[in-house]
């Protein structure tokens, strides 16, 4: 790890500020450029190449305000404050002392003063999820999902001067960390066999003697970044008489060939026996005499035959196996753990939540009524905001807008639509970012065309590029 | 009705601005303020004595802001823009025309311009318990529960020009409805037979030939009241060329002696069982050859002993009733069926909810440590905020403070308590609206006075007569 | 129990066999008779009126012989071989040594050699329901479930030499206990307080500081009976070198008054409310705030008007409680948890178990048709083997036929009936133990008759005066 | 099937008596023997290679005979006046006339006289798992799911004369068809569709005109057999004035290569997932952008990789893939379906079933103890009647010992044993039919061979050499 923390240690000239981020008009670039500034300087061609899921990496940026606007203690205050968070739930109250882990979460409701009470007595704080609450942690997280293409989650860990929150574990996640206030000494160790390297599961709590000699130790300061692999077992504490405060940006929980491969291998198999007779002859007569365990070692021609014959139809069903399938699957679940997207005020006025229709509080009427039209131009709101896959003889768009920002609150959300729009839908997705006119739909006639325009847009899920002029006579002098 | 009307036909000189309540001194005084307000200008004890579960109320006052403040279709507007309102489930769609009473509900999220649409070609909008976005209804909803000591529920109904959105039917609530915004012509019926008096369950949708003449029938303009006991059937309609929106307030829902006895009567049994041996006594031998429908018109005198016999122990059972218990049953659903309080600022800034402890940004460390002293004066935060009782051997306070504002969205919420403090708790309510001293708890030590104030204070369940003073010698002179 | 003792020392000229009882004419008498068998020489109408409930009875007969024919070892171990009997949930297998109960019941199949090693080593063995496979006890317990009309267990306890088996402990039972083989000393003690009279629940095992002076210490031999009520706490000791066997027959198990009770309440409330306005109104207004364990000491006349208003209702609602709907509710209940009737070959000749068509392997045809005439004589099978109520406006009829001798391992068994046939079936209970003529069934069509009697007995549930005749002319000659 | 017939065509000198089978020296020879005497004359060499799954196959044998033993209508008259047979879950009444298929079971207990009403009448009589209630179809079930090592099923159809009971239709099973009373018409159709052969589900009812040519119309006698494929379309009825009955048993249900696939593809994913890093690494950044049903046009090279890559991991996979753990599962699956061995009186001797302790009558204790020697031979009950597998890291012994007659009316029974003995265990399967003497066995102690042994045995699961000797001196000489 030498090189490098060598390689990060430096100044930057010109700091993005974060929460005033331009939003958002071609959000498969806008999620490149917001995990360049999440890493830099290391490219994140060099990143995916050496160090993700290999090694961690250290940026320290001597730039206290690098991480700034993402979240702070204040904001915390605020939140306990404007939010009924409770313990347990939402929040944990946790103390490593002496090599013992405890958690004294109170039951209920979590009050500002119950919690502050409980910090100044040296717990540590932990937020979990705070996207639900923070609307910069939200925009944050919904752009590197994007670009992960997978979930992203988040919790923020704030600890007292002179403590330790939690006993030394590793994760089963991706972790990035950015250090928002004070310092805090962190010790990182290798994964101990090659059983837990990439984990699927998080461990328990370890004590010292489980662990060998760190792989780094540094102290992170306001403006560093910390990133290391799942399975990295790792622990920190604040030092002197400062307090931490930092977020913990996760990714690629169950995100691998093997979770692919669960979805992958009972849909191979059962579309062989669907399609394949071999796979719906008969087992031979007795193989249960010469195969299972307890004949492993038994050398028998019937046996070597019916294990060649074995290999010989796996080979017959991987030749057929249905990849794209098991994608969309993978697809679809991604759809239901995603954030709904972040819109800014003038994508709104672009789109069903703000254009259209409104009331008239003067006239006590409903006025500027809209209409999508043959010329209207039109795009997706984000690029990773639907999926179109068939399911159960339906074609279906399953969609993030309706998802809230607690994760699976909500049941997944589709629409089904008639089989013969499938083909605008996907001309709609690989025109994104650009707009296209709802009459260039491939579709074959002009009321196909503006129907499935008017029931994407309906949806929430198409801007306009601009707002939709109203019909009415009044409305167009009026408003 | 005839004299109801006459006496409702009146101007009133000063109108009470219903968004800008003082709130809240004394929640039963204002709980009573606000139902005399709903109902002026007749008296509760003339509505209650006369009108109450047996006639309906029309109060035409020729005031049109005199309901103004509760709710607005400007309001509903916002609400559709900013919240995610679901078709079915938070807003239903409807017509009633030719007869044909129909639900136009689409799937998903009920996005204002699709609502808009809907309205502008005659659909009826029926808003679902406006009180989880609006915060005057929360109120109006939150002091009336305090009145009736039952869960008070509300439903907005929109309705274009020249519409009916509902058939004919009748409720199983008692409705208090408030016309906001444009004319409705109601008609109202009888109940048909005895069996539909005060009905458990509301009706179906009737046809015209199911009913008889109307009790009542006239006009709603802004600013009047209309109320009809459950099992009235109503209908009505916009007149002319204009909308109308009104709130209809509904309570007394599964609140009666019925509803009383079915917690009592089991309870009754089992501790009938328990505590007299009479009740654990073999039934007679072949009992069942005398007794039972087949043999209800035998004349015999076996079963005329066991006919007596039952009707003794019943007796017996009856005199040892557990009315209290069963009534603290209701109550403990009352307190789950309850609305949260509204808090002012004054008032959160003398509780849990913003007084304390916080987090001071400049220096990053907490600040404002308070305690509860025995001088602390205390109450609790509103009269109908809590209830104590005894369940599974433990004392618990059931209390609303973590309420949603959506019912039953939350589980319900106790504390347990050592049952030597119940009398504390006990004498909290029975001193309420006054402040008491902390030392002035009835409790055997200072000790377990401050503890269970604490306690008490730390949920939310408790005010302070000013805010508490901050034991830090910093804060106490920079904030 | 001095004098019951006396009473009881007698011997008895003639020996009823009991495996070999006439079976069963009328089984009301058959069930009398087998009851005064069981407790002779005391006579039924002193037990009721003096011990039953109340204190225990134990009858030495000097006669070996008296219990024989109900069970033995023997037939245990013929049992163990042929059925196949799980440990713990058809067998179990204990000791009690020092005090210390145990279960020793391995996982699994009960095969005799390994039960009788395990018996060998001093282990008890308690056969669970031995109806299930014993036809004698199976006899004996429907008769006596007829004559006390509730359900009626058994169990069987085999000791070894010098062993007990069980701690001391009560039941929630009514036990009568036939010993069979060998001797055993019981000591018995009286229930330790009020509450634990005529208990609802069995009881832990005691250890004998829990226990004072025996009311009841005598020793069993093989002939004599021992009776004593639930609650009436007892332990058992094998004397000398030699086993016992008993069979302990337990009746009375929930049901008492406060089952009864249990059921009437509930429906009670609910015919109240349908029927009565008054239920249906609203409970006072703020009656929360006066009722309630926190204010039962409070002396306030709205509390005092509420609790006078709750009696006074109370009352109205006993008047008219649904008793006999209550009583046909324990009376399903008792249909459900009985054993079928055992049917002599007569009888089945005489039913659907045996008469009509049959299948002549000679011919390869159906022969012997036969059909219910105008002037068949029908009754019902036993007296307690059907009820007749009105269930979700059906009128049914539930019976015992398709019961199994496993408790409950059956649905309840019922056929639904037209309402107007229910006259005849009371007809039949009522004419029970006489034959009545189909034609002298109280309907008002001879078509109705024979389609009710031909329903009823292809059911099982009548015989006929005698067989059928065949209708085939070659079966008259043949057969 | 023209040669088939030809084939066929021959009449036997001797008939084996079926319900006087020597029972049970050898299973598999047994069940060799038994599945030739059923398919005789054409030998199962040339019944596997060239008719199996392929195309039917009907032998007559103009021996009346040939079939006699095996059910008969006298049985079925026997069963429904012994048994309580319920309509729908046991027997099912059915016509099929003129087009349209029937069921008019009555609800609850099957009487016989009202079947053979139905049946007079024109009704088939459907008996489900006849195995229940008649030995020799156990027999014969028992020893043909030896030979096939899959669960075998029977139904029998008793069909009156002039009628059919079923219309035309597949089944998902191998049929074979015994004639046992009467002459049956049958008409065998192709399968309509490659999807349609040797399918896993059966079909609905069809009617003629879905149907072709017969591909085989001819008329069973007692004594005939009929095989056909699952997926062979079929309709029988009877003729002339003659009533028919056939067994039909069947096999081979859920038992293909595909089933074998659907228990081994997720094992060998989760194996993978758990031993090789590659499939816990993450999925490629962005892969859903060009993965999934709506891009599997696009040619695009990351695509190209990615499915080349899934291929090179199934690969991999497969090379792993735990077939053996996976025929484990069918195996542990086919114990569960299985039913229990039938036990001559012989074997029964020699085993827990009728060996060692007895209760003596006379003496009034337990005699004949009995141990397990070093020297005593050994076997297991059958070849098939056990299963050894490691599950949740524990060695367990599947058996079909307890199992009822009743399909799955047990749960699956096992035995945890020590995994040190798993070799001796395996020992007694490949010695199978051979004896061992206990001391043989491959453990490194006496004391575990003879522990071993014991608890196999007091299982049911072995069989001795001989009925073991007593150890009592009494019992040696008076027994």
Redo the contacts between chains.
Sequence with gaps: TEEIEQAMDFAEETVMENSNLPYMHDSTMEAKRIFECLIHPVKPDKF?KEL??KKPLLVKRHMKQYNDGWF???E??RIL?EE?L?FSVNLDITTYTNGVRETHNP???A????V??M??SGCSVRLLNPQTYSRNVWKLLSMLQE????CVGANTYLTPPGTQGFAPHFDDI?AFILQL??KKHWRLYSPRS??E????FSSGNFTDVDLGEPILEKTLEPGDLLYFPRGTIHQAKTVGD??SLHITVSC?QK????????K???R??QL???ED???????P?????F??????DVDNPQRKE??R???Q???R??SN?P???A??Q??KQ?IHDSLPPVLSEAEKSCS????????D?QK???VG??EIEPDTAIKIVR??IL????EEDEVRIYHT??N?RLYHKVDP?Y?DVEAEV?SA??FL?HSYPEFVSVENLPLPTLEKKLEIATSLY???LLITGEPLTSLDDDSSCDN
Tied chains: 1, 2, 3, 4.
């Design positions: 995916f993700w899921e702070s203690t204040a915390l205050d404050r009924n409770q039951v209920g409701r009050y500002a003063p119950v502050w009470d910090y100044q670009y992960f293409g997978c991706e206030e004070g090659d059983a390297k990439l984990p699927r400062e307090h690629y995100n691998t060939w093997g979770d692919l491969f669960e992958l291998m009972p191979a198999v062989a026996v669907e007779v071999e796979f719906r002859k008969g087992l007569r007795g193989y249960l005499n195969m299972g365990v307890a004949n492993s019916f294990l014959k074995v290999e139809m796996m080979m069903m991987i196996a990849v794209d399938a994608c969309d993978m697809g991604f069903i939540h703000n254009g259209g229709e409104k009331w509080k006590s009427q409903v009524a809209t690029k990773g999926r179109l896959l068939t807008l309706e809230a959300q629409i499938a839908v996907e997705i309906e949806k929430g």
